[in-house]
């Protein structure tokens, strides 16, 4: 059966072509987690520099809102976690993407 929503469509379409994992639920919006996998990195490279890309953007806008500590300057920056990122207060002012997104990063830097 196929939803209303088209970016459930396509979603669920990545997922069946083995491109896209379902990786987790978020605890706190309940929404599913996805990742992409290897067949998707060897077979879309695109799609895995387009993932990057928004990365890096989200770190970005966590460094320059004070999330995120980062030395710019170096070629290959060391990110350090900012007390506002474990302040769940100032957490609750993002929107859910970025919440979604400060998690992830978090979780990669092993910080819960």
Do not use: C
Request: no cysteine; net charge negative; hydrophobic share 45%.
């Amino acid at each position: 059966m196929q939803s209303n929503d088209p970016s459930e469509d396509m979603i669920d379409h990545l997922i069946l072509e083995g491109l896209v994992e379902v990786a987790g639920i978020d605890a706190t919006t309940g929404e599913m987690l996805y990742s992409f996998t290897d067949k998707a990195k060897e077979e879309i490279p695109s799609m895995q520099k387009h993932a990057e890309a928004m990365f890096d953007s989200m770190i970005m806008f966590f460094w320059e809102h004070g999330f995120l500590s980062m030395n710019v300057d170096h070629p290959n920056p060391v990110i350090g976690v900012l007390p506002k990122a474990l302040d769940e207060e100032e957490v609750s002012k993002l929107s859910v993407d970025h919440r979604v997104a400060l998690k992830i990063i978090l979780d990669a830097l092993r910080i819960q």
